[in-house]
């Protein structure tokens, strides 16, 4: 193993801890950056304005406003870029944000609807990839659903639910064994 690589393990294990380590603790920490961007204009740090334009346009065709709220009445712009400044590594960003104006210079803003599909699906099947504008676009899929997900809005309004129940300790409920 040389320098890079010894160092690359080493930044990955000291970042553990401040992973989520449960699905419920990765939904709770989705819904406290929601509550950031409740009631205020939080400004975009990280993404310019094409960059913003860009993340809010394709989030609204993987989500868009139908019968439900779409990815943008729900921030999920905001969210991203929370999650880009506060969260991602410069590495990371740095790869989405080179993939993003990969996408914005094959003339997405000006392509028809239909063409968007066509760009989008393409790079759906190149979302695996490790750089570029297929990684960028997977990246924002799954940080659009997330985004989308863990918002207060649509907990309560589509999925008439919330997704963490905080009620207290309960320590004298009866237990029944598995027979």
């Known amino acids: 193993m040389d320098r890079r690589h010894a160092v690359r393990h080493i930044g990955a294990a000291l970042a553990l801890p401040f992973l989520p380590r449960s699905a419920a603790a ?3 920490a989705g819904e406290a950056l929601h509550l950031r961007l409740l009631g205020e204009e939080v400004p975009f740090r990280t993404l310019n304005a094409h960059q913003v334009a860009l993340v809010t346009e394709i989030s609204e065709l993987v989500i868009p406003e139908t019968g439900t709220p779409g990815a943008k009445s729900v921030k999920v712009p905001e969210f991203i870029d929370l999650i880009l400044t506060e969260w991602m590594s410069e590495e990371e960003k ?19 609807y239909a063409q968007k599909v066509d760009v989008l699906t393409a790079l759906d099947a190149a979302r695996h990839e490790s750089a570029g504008a297929g990684h960028a676009f997977g990246r924002l899929k799954a940080l659009t659903v997330y985004g989308y997900f863990t918002s207060q809005k649509v907990q309560r309004e589509v999925l008439k639910t919330q997704m963490i129940f905080v009620e207290g300790y309960k320590g004298n409920v009866p237990f029944t064994p598995a027979s």
Do not use: H, P, R, V
């Open 94 to 112: 740095t790869a989405f944000l080179t993939g993003l104006d990969e996408i914005e210079a094959k003339g997405f803003a000006g392509m028809s």
């Open 26 to 28: 990765a939904i709770q």
